[in-house]
């Protein structure tokens, strides 16, 4: 079974970094992809950032790109989400995600796409 787990979540001030970790275990085809959604209350679920492991390459929001730094170490299978100069709006719970297909379409992250789900970290940046 896949097994999905996040951390690194917490507070910080704006302007602050924080470093979110995913560690996936079991099998997930080679064409899989692992990624960030973030959801704040009372608003829609977000796609962050995702990195397309078959194909080496990586999807960035405009909404946090040039802060936001996505990356993955095949050697323990775990993703990382570095987050920079943080602002009150990325205030929200962040879900790793891992599908066995497409990462991304249209410039956007689908969530129908990504079936694994990890427990969520709640990540909260103050004024």
């Known amino acids: 079974q896949v097994q999905v787990v996040e951390s690194g979540g917490g507070s910080v001030q704006a302007g602050g970094s924080l470093r979110l970790s995913c560690a996936a275990s079991?099998?997930?085809?080679?064409?899989?992809?692992m990624g960030w959604f973030r959801q704040a209350p009372g608003k829609e679920r977000e796609g962050v950032a995702t990195?397309?492991?078959?194909?080496?390459?990586?999807y960035i929001a405009d909404s946090v790109k040039g802060r936001f730094t996505i990356s993955h170490d095949n050697a323990n299978s775990t993703l990382y989400l570095q987050m920079d100069n943080l602002k009150p709006e990325d205030t929200a719970i962040y879900y790793c995600?891992?599908?066995?297909?497409?990462?991304?379409?249209?410039?956007?992250?689908?969530?129908?796409?990504?079936?694994?789900w990890g427990q969520g970290t709640q990540v909260t940046v103050s004024s």
């Open positions: 990195i397309s492991i078959a194909e080496g390459t990586t």
């Open positions: 995600a891992a599908a066995g297909g497409r990462c991304w379409f249209r410039n956007r992250m689908i969530s129908d796409d990504y079936n694994y």
């Open positions: 079991g099998y997930i085809p080679s064409s899989r992809c």
